[in-house]
């Protein structure tokens, strides 16, 4: 993969994280918690999936994701370890929302998370600008 792909594909992939968090937003201001830490969870999936982009890896499933974003990421020192504890809860947090019933998120928690994982997709577009990859 060129340079040029990966910046396509990179910009591609944050295009789909920002609209999954308009759809966060959405769900949240509409009273849906379940559904908005959901789709807060696909925008950071996305936003990761751009970092991992640019070292031409594309895991296939969210535990890959998880996985070699801790490998080249965070065992490498360019992200601390809270990144990819982020990471893991929301993707804990979105299976409970989409397939646990009985588990019940409230308002103060998609703040939280949004913050969260706000920062996070922050940090990842800095690295991308700082190393070429992002205008």
């Known amino acids: 993969m060129t340079d040029e792909n990966k910046k396509e594909n990179i910009k591609v992939t944050l295009d789909k994280a920002s609209k999954n968090l308009l759809e966060a937003d959405l769900l949240f201001s509409n009273g849906f918690i379940d559904g908005a830490v959901s789709r807060l969870y696909y925008s950071l999936l996305h936003n990761v999936r751009a970092l991992l982009i640019t070292k031409g890896l594309e895991p ?34 979105r299976e409970e929302a989409d397939y646990n019933p009985s588990y019940i998120f409230i308002r103060e928690d998609f703040i939280e998370y949004r913050k969260e994982a706000e920062d996070l997709a922050y940090k990842i577009k800095t690295y991308l600008i700082e190393k070429g990859f992002l205008l």
Do not use: D, N, T
């Not at 890959?64 to 804990?92: C, N």
């Open 60 to 93: 296939k499933s969210h535990e890959g994701v998880l996985r070699v974003f801790s490998l080249h990421f965070i065992k490498e020192g360019i992200f601390e370890p809270k990144a990819s504890h982020v990471f893991a809860k929301l993707m804990k947090y």
